[in-house]
């Protein structure tokens, strides 16, 4: 079974900082894209950023420049660093994998999620 577990969520101050941290445990052969959603009340669930293995990002135009996101792929963590976040940023944020699991020699690969943190901007 493959589990993410994130961390770091909380209150933050606008223009402040915040560092959010997902790290993926269990049997798995290799973790592909890994990226942060995010979801305030009443609206659906959105992209903010993703990662590839080899590094490759991608951003939503509302946190360009001011978000960044990597990874540590021997750790099998993805970070997602905040900087001057506003209120518009707050939500409940969800970490996503693609795992690649490998049995009887076939690869499959299958989307996991994590429980999701709360970020909340606020003075």
């Known amino acids: 079974q493959v589990q993410l577990v994130e961390s770091g969520g909380g209150l933050v101050q606008p223009g402040g900082s915040l560092r959010l941290s997902c790290a993926a445990s269990?049997?798995?052969?290799?973790?592909?894209?890994m990226g942060w959603y995010r979801q305030a009340p009443g609206k659906q669930r959105e992209l903010v950023a993703t990662?590839?293995?080899?590094?490759?990002?991608n951003y939503a135009g509302s946190v360009k420049g001011r978000f960044d996101i990597s990874r540590d792929n021997a750790k099998n963590t993805v970070y997602l660093q905040m900087n001057s976040p506003n209120p518009e940023d707050t939500a409940v944020y969800y970490c996503?994998?693609?795992?690649?699991?490998?049995?009887?020699?076939?690869?499959?690969?299958?989307?996991?999620w994590g429980q999701g943190t709360q970020v909340t901007v606020s003075s």
């Open positions: 990662i590839t293995s080899g590094g490759s990002t």
């Open positions: 269990g049997r798995f052969f290799s973790i592909n894209t």
């Open positions: 996503n994998a693609a795992v690649v699991l490998r049995a009887l020699g076939i690869r499959r690969e299958s989307d996991y």
